[in-house]
């Protein structure tokens, strides 16, 4: 029988116009919401759930994020059996529920079989979005291989390995081809040199115009995006001229480039938690000198970049890129981007943006009828405070993922 929930006396939160809305009830049918408003007509098996003033808002979506990446050794992850890695995965995406982000963007390394695992109820998690493996270049940001080892794409057939080794035009149309035949949403591409990869500088420039081009036509002909990983400046441009749609971490772009990404549709997908994580826990993880002096980089120019790319009017979604251990600091993201945002602005980018970059305008990020029925129940108004969706959802007193209550004390 499917089981219908009626939440009552509330305020609903709609994170489009960013404003509470009092008087108004939520009715849940199954894993859809089917009625938003004030004397609804309710199945005879519902349950009344009482808000007692309570806000109710969409679940949260995290844009970027390594599933795969239990620990901080992208090596041993990389290593792990495939097995031992969609179990520490499972774990990774429960927690990252419990948070109350109730879809996952995953930009390297979950396969299909970690979607359907979560949609066929097998384990409890987030809907999950995925890319298969991050492309990169024989010595680019996803190739960790020390540099006397020539072994080709070691462990890319691993799920816990988020990259996948590929150079030249039609080597990369035939790994995007194989990507999307696997399930992919979106194609990711390592663009630019990277923190925690051992032999790229942040200011290399990785793959050629036209590997790139490759991989946008692909992605295109399929009704899907390329997602970049980028830095700097002049990658970012680049990437944006090349057709690229979603632009990862940007912390050192220009006004110029933001306001051309802007008006080319682009959307920025900012992971500034990382970096101040790292920053944090570098020392007692084993970071080294050379780490550090690229973690400085990318940190220093994060905050201003929020402000380059909001008053360029360049849509942001929220993303956090914390692997291993440092997802502990999961709802820091939150208070970092509220030194630039507003609570309003911050909840837009983890609903309505990031529902658009996942492909999933009217399915999640909102309250309303025909919408997955992902739902938080806050104690407090967030539009005031932000600091009650940080945290591993101690202000949450209900937390629905498609209908199933993954936490809930109102009952």
Not at 24 to 44: C, E, F, Q, S, Y
Not at 167 to 183: F, H, P, W
Not at 202 to 222: F, G, K, T
Request: net charge negative.
């Amino acid at each position: 029988m499917t089981q219908n929930y009626l939440f009552t006396g509330g305020r609903v939160l709609d994170a489009e116009q960013g404003v509470l809305r009092d008087g108004l009830d939520v009715l849940v049918t199954g894993d859809r919401i089917a009625a938003v408003g004030t004397g609804l007509t309710t199945p005879a098996n519902t349950v009344e759930i009482p808000l007692g003033g309570r806000t109710i808002m969409p679940g949260l979506i995290d844009c970027h994020v390594h599933v795969v990446a239990e620990t901080l050794d992208l090596w041993a992850n990389m290593t792990a059996p495939s097995s031992l890695a969609a179990l520490r995965a499972a774990r990774v995406m429960n927690e990252a529920l419990r948070r109350g982000f109730t879809t996952l963007r995953d930009l390297g390394g979950a396969d299909y079989g970690l979607v359907r695992a979560v949609n066929e109820g097998l384990i409890p998690g987030p809907r999950l979005v995925i890319c298969g493996k991050g492309l990169t270049i024989t010595g680019g940001h996803a190739d960790l291989r020390p540099r006397t080892d020539d072994r080709p794409g070691i462990f890319s057939d691993r799920l816990g390995s988020m990259g996948l080794i590929v150079d030249g035009i039609d080597n990369v149309r035939a790994a995007c081809r194989t990507m999307i035949k696997e399930g992919a949403s979106f194609i990711k591409v390592m663009a630019n040199g990277g923190v925690s990869s051992p032999n790229d500088p942040i200011h290399s420039i990785q793959y050629s115009r036209e590997e790139i081009l490759a991989m946008v036509e692909e992605a295109d002909n399929a009704g899907l995006y390329v997602s970049a990983h980028v830095y700097t400046d002049k990658a970012i441009r680049r990437c944006v001229e090349l057709g690229v749609h979603s632009l990862e971490h940007c912390n050192l772009i220009e006004p110029e480039t933001a306001k051309l990404a802007a008006e080319k549709g682009c959307i920025a997908v900012p992971t500034l938690v990382a970096y101040d994580a790292l920053a944090l826990e570098g020392e007692a993880l084993g970071l080294g000198a050379a780490e550090f002096a690229k973690i400085e980089v990318v940190r220093s120019g994060g905050l201003r970049s929020l402000e380059v790319m909001r008053d360029a009017g360049l849509p942001m979604a929220f993303g956090s890129d914390l692997l291993g251990q440092l997802r502990k600091y999961h709802g820091m993201e939150f208070e970092i981007l509220a030194k630039v945002l507003t609570p309003a602005e911050i909840i837009r980018s983890a609903t309505i943006i990031g529902a658009k970059l996942c492909r999933l305008e009217g399915e999640a990020g909102i309250i309303a009828p025909g919408a997955s029925a992902d739902l938080l129940v806050i104690n407090g108004n967030p539009l005031s405070d932000i600091g009650l969706l940080q945290g591993d959802g101690a202000h949450m007193s209900a937390i629905m993922s498609r209908g199933t209550f993954a936490k809930n004390l109102l009952q």
